[in-house]
């Protein structure tokens, strides 16, 4: 018997009312029901919004230290669960354990660092122009929230939310991705065991095009806090901002990383290899653009050719696999469907460029990782984010050619550079259209104590994690106490 999974609304986990579920597979292996989700309507999202409008004020009540101490509760509790969590992750995502494991760490570092914001969450006292006035500001939650998260990182991104948005006082419905809503579930169950109180948070899974629009839509959220795609970002923002609401909405990225002709090209193949390939290169942050100065650019090539053929695809349960599966069958379309826009683009195919079939391979949504010579940067596989394990290596003439390559493209999430030259790196510091930075370190990978978003394309709104995450989730009261 395939396990069943209810939603959370008001404190109960219930059906929905459809009375309709859907199946989580295993993209390893496509016969492994994970389990069965709601398929939620909007009648259930009206339910848990209204569940949350409820658990406003006493939530609010309790205070930001009480609220914190609740979060921190939540980290010991998935501290003890880690295995089991990140086995469900590898089992319904399909990256590897380790990268699973690490992934639930980082999800009790995001609540460990919240729940001391309890303590924080401070406003700011300044001189008053007038005498025997104290002039200060207090933040305040927003009151009921919206959060949609995507799949590719199922329990870092509802907990990045979740943790900032819990600790300023707001009340929640969190509408998880259909391609991975058991991750998000057992974090919801942690909260739930920390003694957070019914209807504060709830929890409804879905489709994007019932349960998500319908979150999106109700007028009684303040506000949508998205990680997706960029087509539903730009939409739910340009509907939540026209009805007056806040939106916060993280998507794409085409991210690259600059090799300079004095780097380190050990380390510069071992950056793009991370970068590009290790999730299935289903990371926002991942590598898709290997820019490289010509006169090391076969070197670099050739360095990565042989790196790439060592790497071992399989289901990520299984000790010695690097790179586990594709999401589904269309995120692999996709991925070969990129692969042959760059043949017919005239890129040349240096290595993998196909579904993977030997069994027990051809149980799930395998490809194999991919790289792309003599790219040129107009290519749609050089402008497009793609979202599989596929690098495009471009050579360039120049330092000035390679920054005028890196931002050529419309997103600017995350963007690396390799060189030993503090000048030409600052340079690159300077002028690289992206949020996030790195000098000799992989786009990939993100520390929980400083914001993290992109510039262009890749964002709308104000950044999360770090302390500036909590400007989203609060707004501010100023006040003049004349005494
Ligand atoms: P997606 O299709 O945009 O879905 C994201 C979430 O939105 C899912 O929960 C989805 O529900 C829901 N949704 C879909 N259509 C909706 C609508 N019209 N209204 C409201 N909600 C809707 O993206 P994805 O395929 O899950 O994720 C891959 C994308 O996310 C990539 O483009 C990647 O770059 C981006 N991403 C960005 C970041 C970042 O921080 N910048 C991080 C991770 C991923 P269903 O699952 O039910 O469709
Ligand atoms: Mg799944």
Redesign the pocket.
């Known amino acids: 018997m395939t396990d069943l999974y209810q939603n959370l609304i008001n404190g109960k986990w219930i059906d929905s009312g459809s009375g309709e579920t859907f199946a989580n597979i295993n993209p390893a292996d496509r016969d492994d029901i994970v389990g069965n989700f709601q398929d939620s309507t909007v009648a259930d999202i009206e339910a848990a919004v209204a569940a949350a409008q409820q658990a406003r004020s006493g939530w609010r009540a309790l205070g930001a230290p009480r609220r914190g101490e609740i979060l921190a509760r939540a980290a010991r509790l998935i501290e003890r669960d880690l295995e089991k969590i990140a086995a469900g992750l590898t089992r319904e995502e399909g990256k590897t354990l380790p990268e699973a494991r690490g992934e639930t760490a980082r999800a009790v570092q995001i609540f460990d660092y919240f729940a001391g914001e309890g303590r924080r969450l401070s406003g700011e006292t300044t001189p008053s122009e007038f005498g025997r006035t104290l002039l200060y500001t207090v933040r305040e939650p927003l009151g009921v929230v919206g959060l949609?998260?995507?799949?590719?990182?199922p329990v870092a991104?509802p907990a990045w939310k979740l943790a900032p948005a819990l600790v300023s006082g707001n009340t929640v419905v969190l509408?998880?991705?259909?391609?991975a809503p058991l991750t998000a579930l057992n974090i919801v169950r942690a909260l739930e065991e920390a003694g957070l109180p019914a209807g504060v948070l709830n929890f409804v899974t879905?489709?994007?095009?019932v349960?998500?629009?319908g979150?999106?839509a109700s007028g009684a959220v303040a506000g949508v806090s998205?990680?997706?795609?960029?087509?539903?970002?730009c939409?739910?923002y340009a509907l939540v901002t026209g009805r007056g609401g806040k939106a916060q909405c993280?998507?794409?990225?085409k991210n690259p990383l600059i090799v300079l002709a004095d780097a380190d090209i050990d380390k510069a193949v071992e950056l793009a290899i991370n970068g590009a390939m290790w999730s299935t290169g289903?990371?926002?942050?991942a590598t898709s653009r290997a820019i490289v100065h010509q006169s090391v650019v076969e070197e670099f090539t050739e360095k990565l050719l042989a790196g790439v053929a060592d790497i071992r695809v399989g289901n990520g349960a299984e000790p010695e696999t690097q790179v586990g599966p594709s999401?589904d069958e269309t995120?692999l379309q996709t991925v070969l469907r990129y692969i042959d826009i760059g043949k017919e683009e005239g890129a040349r195919l240096l290595a993998g460029g196909e579904r993977l079939t030997d069994p027990p391979l051809d149980r799930g949504f395998f490809v194999a990782p991919t790289v792309f010579g003599d790219v040129t940067p107009q290519m749609r596989i050089a402008q497009e984010?793609i979202?599989g394990p596929v690098l495009a290596v471009i050579a360039v003439a120049d330092f000035e050619e390679a920054m005028q390559v890196a931002n050529s493209v419309r997103f600017g999430?995350s963007a690396s550079i390799c060189t030993r030259d503090l000048t030409r790196a600052m340079e690159f510091i300077d002028r690289i259209e992206a949020g996030l930075v790195h000098v000799n370190s992989p786009t990939v990978g993100a520390e929980v104590q400083v914001p993290?978003?992109?510039m262009k394309d890749?964002?709308t709104g104000t950044r999360?994690q770090g302390r500036v995450a909590i400007d989203f989730y609060t707004e501010i009261k100023t006040v003049y106490l004349e005494y």
């Open positions: 949609i998260t995507p799949w590719n990182f991104i509408k998880p991705a259909s391609g879905g489709s994007g095009s349960a998500g629009v979150l999106v998205f990680t997706g795609s960029d087509t539903v970002g939409g739910i993280e998507m794409g990225g289903q990371k926002c942050t999401i995120q984010e979202f999430l993290f978003g992109g890749s964002s999360e």
